[in-house]
């Protein structure tokens, strides 16, 4: 079975490095360093039109948890239809109940959008903060979802392995299981071996420093040390030794 990788990816030069490293996949979005938001139209196109990668669009509108609005969700709905209008191959979402449930009738809407256009419906990590495994995994099959992002509802792929090894056995066939989170070339393949995943969704993160980003009183910082002036970019090299790790 041929193994996939998947880069995290936060601006059109992340992709960029993310083809050169040679991986399958993309997931692009905004803001990662408040987990993943919505990207834009102009970039998405941008990558569409400079290399030939997959590309699954993140529709998040905020940071924090996944229980929306009603306004909240009619964003998500648009941003979605115009994302796939403007090539998306695929849309990573998730919608939860203020109890932790999956929220069953904002996930059907959004697959069925998705494959209105014969694209993937990815569910996203919410999976992870979800009260029930197994429940929320047989809702996904039943609505026709291709695939789950999944850590195993631990911080780190490698912590939650048990719980993907028993999601892979139990519904594996019927659902692509991706595992991320802490995902790196140094891990990839004892991951996928132990698992039996045959997919797995890395940062293949590197560091950027910017000059800019404090001065005097005023800073910009969001990474820890010791990156405070730096922002993170995907490296082709990394993603290069991912995929050679996981053949």
């Not at 970039?43 to 609005?69: E, H, Q, S």
């Not at 993160?205 to 980003?213: E, I, L």
């Amino acid at each position: 079975m041929k193994k996939i990788t998947e880069i995290c990816a936060g601006s059109y030069e992340d992709c960029i490095n993310a083809a050169l490293g040679g991986a399958d996949r993309v997931e692009l979005n905004a803001a990662l360093s408040v987990g993943g938001l919505t990207p834009g139209i102009a970039t998405l196109r941008k990558v569409k039109r400079d290399t030939d990668i997959k590309v699954i669009c993140m529709v998040r509108p905020r940071a924090a948890g996944f229980c929306y609005t009603e306004q909240e969700k009619a964003v998500m709905f648009e941003e979605a239809e115009l994302l796939l209008e403007n090539g998306a191959d695929g849309i990573a979402f998730g919608f939860l109940s203020a109890d932790g449930s999956m929220d069953k009738e904002s996930t059907k809407r959004m697959t069925d959008l998705i494959h209105k256009q014969k694209k993937e419906a990815v569910f996203h990590r919410a999976f992870d903060v979800c009260g029930d495994a197994c429940g929320a995994m047989e809702l996904l099959i039943s609505l026709g979802t291709e695939r789950v992002l999944t850590s195993g509802q631990k911080a780190k792929a490698m912590e939650g392995k048990e719980l993907l090894k028993r999601l892979q056995i139990s519904y594996g066939s019927r659902i692509q299981i991706l595992a991320g989170s802490g995902v790196n070339e140094i891990n990839a393949a004892e991951l996928m071996a132990y698992t039996g995943i045959n997919q797995v969704h890395s940062s293949c993160k590197d560091y950027r420093k910017d000059p800019t980003t404090a001065a005097g009183d005023v800073s910009y910082e969001y990474l820890p040390a010791p990156y405070e002036c730096c922002y993170d970019v995907v490296s082709p090299e990394k993603v290069r030794s991912l995929v050679e790790a996981c053949r």
